[in-house]
């Protein structure tokens, strides 16, 4: 079982991870919050830091597709055949993937967003994972890409 550390303030936190594209274990994570920027929380996840929300859910929504118009101003470079174009597209879509899976949903340990506003996901997660099968409790819950 992964863990995913961060630091609020001067206190340690910890969760479990787990990540639907089996991405790793992030090296680096920073708590994020409705103060951060887009253009900052951009550079971070393109340097692979890690972004922990923990403001408020449509803020981060807000954040996320701001990350992504970004990502978009980018143009691809001209290709010379149909090949490279479709392996710079995958490539670019595979970039995109990657730099807005850092931002991090924090759930408590019945799979609900710790986050103000947000939906309640407990029912689909149940769903989708079955009830929780460990022991291993955290004040912080998990922490899902």
Known sequence: MSTIHWTTGR?????????ESAAPLPQRTVVADDRMKADDAYRRACEG????WQ???????????????????????PSTSLSEAFHLHRRSTSHRAHVLGKLLVPLDDDHRPALRRAPDTRQACLEAYGPRRDPWQSRSGNCWE
């Open 11 to 19: 206190t340690h936190r910890s969760a479990r991870w787990h990540s």
């Open 49 to 52: 830091t890690a972004l922990l």
């Open 55 to 77: 403001g408020d859910f449509h803020n981060g929504r807000q954040l996320l597709h701001a990350m992504g118009r970004r990502i978009d101003r980018v143009s691809p470079r």
